[in-house]
């Protein structure tokens, strides 16, 4: 959890721009509202003398919570039931949210409050699964110790496996790294080329 790890300055400023968020918003609204009041005065003039009721203006659109988005800067690609997608939709045909991102970023933000005593209980748990972790490779780094095998050896031949599956996995094309893709794939994501079959 990011805020957890905020020291005081980070955190105030992070209040200080929610606060801003809201003030802006509001305002918004305000001068939304104001607007419609003076359409709904023209409105009864216009009714009061002829007798016959014109149309009613529509009321103005909640202004979009966007501004408080503004500080996402992650993007994780997700696949969600036709059910959600019609909800987020609809949330951005009303104005609610200008895109969709944004309103899943709200609507994910919303669940995570909603299950913070769930997020608690995992985050303790990794905790101890980290501490664990340690100790297993602190048992692990004595028992190299204990038959000769040195740790700048180990380090050697983990740093010529990576360097041969570096020069393996790239584009003869483009120079890309392909490493972290699947083995399967046969052109080169970023130019197109024809990989060479290994």
């Given at each position: 959890?990011?805020?957890?790890s905020?020291n005081?300055?980070?955190?105030k400023?992070?209040?200080d ?5 809201i ?7 305000r ?11 023209e409105?009864?003039t ?10 009613l ?7 979009p919570l966007?501004?408080l988005?503004t500080g ?7 696949r969600?039931?036709?059910e959600?997608?019609?909800?987020i939709d ?7 949210f200008s895109?969709r991102?944004?309103a ?11 299950r913070?005593?769930?997020?608690d ?6 905790r101890?699964?980290r501490?664990?972790?340690?100790k297993a ?8 110790e ?9 380090e ?7 360097e ?6 790239s ?7 392909l490493?972290?893709?699947p083995d ?6 970023y130019?197109?080329t ?5």
């Amino acid at each position: 959890m990011r805020w957890k790890s905020m020291n005081s300055d980070e955190w105030k400023e992070w209040k200080d721009w929610y606060r801003e968020s809201i003030r802006e918003w509001k305002q918004k609204y305000r001068k939304a509202l104001q607007q419609w009041r003076k359409q709904y005065q023209e409105w009864k003039t216009q009714a009061a003398p002829k007798g016959s009721l014109p149309l009613l203006p529509p009321i103005p659109p909640v202004p979009p919570l966007h501004t408080l988005s503004t500080g996402r800067s992650n993007v994780v690609a997700s696949r969600i039931g036709d059910e959600d997608l019609q909800i987020i939709d609809m949330l951005v045909e009303a104005d609610v949210f200008s895109t969709r991102s944004e309103a899943v970023a709200y609507l994910v933000n919303e669940g995570i409050k909603a299950r913070q005593d769930v997020l608690d209980k995992v985050a303790s748990s990794l905790r101890e699964i980290r501490g664990i972790r340690m100790k297993a490779e602190e048992e692990v780094k004595k028992l190299k110790e204990e038959i000769g095998l040195v740790e700048s050896q180990v380090e050697k031949m983990q740093e010529e496996i990576e360097e041969g599956e570096e020069q393996e996995k790239s584009c003869s094309a483009c120079d890309r790294d392909l490493s972290n893709l699947p083995d399967d794939i046969t052109r080169c994501p970023y130019c197109g080329t024809e990989l060479e079959k290994e």
